[in-house]
């Protein structure tokens, strides 16, 4: 656990404490560390990934690396062994695929296909986290820092109050709609602040030009006023049918 922890916190670029909460929320990430089953709960600490440097020098990653190098020559190397002992047959085998076509088929029953098995970076398209709202402002407003302010996002802010509500077990009613309120108005003003930087730039008119955030392909522009008006609608109407996916907007 320790060494895959350490490979996650460099693949993605994360601090320690980013590391414990991206592995906390993402059950692909606990099945790489070898986890039974997923856990909301985080399996170890930030400051452990402290002593997990300590303990993992430079010279134990170079022989862990070493010994897998030598058992994939070593798979090579049997598989080579094994064609040379091979004898090419000097007539197609025209009788064995005879007997084959003749033979009767044994495969029967249904399959099933587990269609939750699917990349982590796949998300759901009514799911906020494709707005990356406060991404989309950091680039338009590139060309202008130093010359004006930058729009307040409050991404922090947003962040916190949407893990404060959602790791509640059962949150009452009216706690969750004071909750979706807040972000929706944290998405409201930042679609704002896109909608004002991009009168002055060209950068919105092309989707391949804004950032890709932990390797994810930046969604569409028209994504997150429709994202918006998917969550805003049901809260207008007091019912229940869109609850909190707004993770960080």
Sequence with gaps: MALGALIIKEKLGT??????EQISENPYLQYFLGLP?????????ASSMTHFRKRISREMIDQINAWLVEDQQSQTDGDGD?????????????????????????????????????????TYPTDLK?????ARIDVLHEPFRGKQKKPRTYRNQARKSYL???KQKS????????????????????LNHLEELSRHTWLPCHPRALPVVHGRAPSPVSAPPCLYKWCADPYRRATSGVLLQLSSS
């Design 82 to 122: 094994d064609d040379d002992h091979h004898e090419t047959p000097s007539s197609a085998p025209s009788k064995e695929i005879e007997e084959k076509k003749d033979a009767p088929r044994t495969h029967q029953g249904k399959l099933l296909i587990d269609a939750t098995c699917a990349p982590a970076d796949i």
């Design 15 to 20: 601090s320690d404490r980013e590391t414990v």
């Design 37 to 45: 089953e997923f856990t909301e709960t985080a399996p170890f600490d």
């Design 171 to 190: 949150p009452k009613r009216k706690k969750v709609r004071k909750a979706i309120r807040k972000q929706l108005g944290y998405v409201k003003r930042d």
């Design 130 to 134: 494709l707005l990356k709202l406060e």
């Design 164 to 166: 404060s509500i959602i």
